[in-house]
């Protein structure tokens, strides 16, 4: 197995995890998780995905994201194994970190 493997995470796994990140949700399938964010205004929702695709690049990792006005919604899921896995937590964790500085 090589470092770059990505192992899709168990139900099990997910249920852990899902525990660690506030307020997302686990799609009934288990294939991806999912969190809308409100923001005062468009500047701050605009600015916050701005900080979240620098990490997103670094991780190799993009989210699935839609903005309109202050609202950003977000589903999260490692395309490259139909399923999640660590990035996609270790992404909503950046996520909300960025989202609760910048309050």
């Given at each position: ?6 192992l899709k ?31 005062k205004g ?28 202050n609202k ?32």
């Amino acid at each position: 197995m090589s470092k770059k493997t990505i192992l899709k995470f168990l139900k099990e796994d997910i249920t852990k995890n899902i525990k660690k990140i506030d307020g997302w949700t686990v799609k009934d399938d288990l294939s991806s998780i999912y969190k809308i964010f409100i923001f005062k205004g468009f500047k701050e929702a605009f600015s916050w995905m701005t900080l979240v695709s620098i990490e997103a690049e670094k991780l190799n990792h993009h989210p699935n994201w839609s903005n309109v006005y202050n609202k950003v919604e977000v589903n999260l899921s490692t395309h490259d194994i139909s399923g999640l896995s660590k990035k996609d937590f270790l992404m909503a964790s950046y996520m909300d970190q960025k989202f609760m500085s910048g309050k």
